[in-house]
């Protein structure tokens, strides 16, 4: 099946780049997402990248997909405080009845 | 308004119980999904659900059924809770049609056996 992988941990001073990587095996996905998920809170769609795009960028975010290499990531310019979450990357699988397949998540913590 | 919505938000109940988590959505999605998240916040996918078809994913014990009885609402029944069965279940729905909407998440319900 769909396997999705992203490093557990992240750590970033407040005003520095925040790069969040993830490796995923389903050659079809459609569509790429990423998710963020306050402590306590439920998961909120921050942003996605359809799968015949290399970039996206939306106000702090950018996405870049390397379809070859199964390789998607998240960049957050400007890391605040408030981005402290865990960060899902969540392919969507090829077919019709294509599900998202969550990474293990990336908790971004930002030290002032 | 809320767009997917879970009930209750916090569970607690004595293992060998009966409990019935339930979801609903006005957002005229067509999919309607259960995920469960452990302790370590890996998330994995129970259910997916249409009006047409029930996937299962062949991990999650019989004692787990999905209950719909209308389009928007898929309810999370669960028999003979045992203390494996705690963490946080998000519902979830979609419209397959425009993929690029992702899915919608309700805030979860965090169920506590004991």
């Known amino acids: 099946g769909e396997d999705v992988e992203q490093s557990l941990f992240l750590s970033v001073r407040e005003g520095d780049s925040s790069v969040i990587n993830c490796t995923y095996t389903?050659?079809?996905?459609?569509?790429l997402y990423w998710y963020k998920q306050e402590p306590g809170a439920g998961l909120q769609l921050l942003t996605y990248?359809?799968?015949?795009?290399d970039m996206k960028q939306d106000q702090r975010l950018t996405v870049l997909l390397n379809k070859k290499d199964k390789h998607l990531s998240l960049r957050i310019a400007d890391t605040q405080t408030g981005d402290s979450a865990i960060y899902f990357c969540a392919p969507k699988g090829g077919g019709s009845q294509g599900n998202l397949i969550f990474g293990k998540g990336t908790k971004l913590s930002v030290k002032p | 308004d809320t767009a997917v919505s879970q009930t209750p938000k916090y569970l607690v109940t004595q293992m060998g119980n009966d409990k019935s988590i339930k979801c609903e959505q006005n957002?005229?999605?067509?999919?309607m999904y259960w995920y469960k998240q452990d302790s370590k916040k890996f998330l994995k996918i129970m259910f997916s659900?249409?009006?047409?078809?029930?996937?299962i994913n062949e991990t999650v014990p019989n004692r787990f059924s999905p209950k719909s009885p209308d389009k928007a609402h898929l309810n999370l029944h669960i028999n003979s809770l045992e203390l494996g069965d705690s963490a946080v279940y998000f519902c979830?729905?979609?419209?397959?049609?425009?993929?690029?909407?992702?899915?919608?998440f309700g805030s979860g319900t965090r169920l506590t056996v004991v």
């Open positions: 990248i359809f799968s015949n795009m």
């Open positions: 389903d050659s079809s996905s459609t569509y």
């Open positions: 957002l005229g999605h067509d999919t």
């Open positions: 659900y249409n009006n047409k078809e029930l996937i």
């Open positions: 979830a729905s979609s419209s397959p049609i425009t993929g690029s909407d992702g899915y919608t």
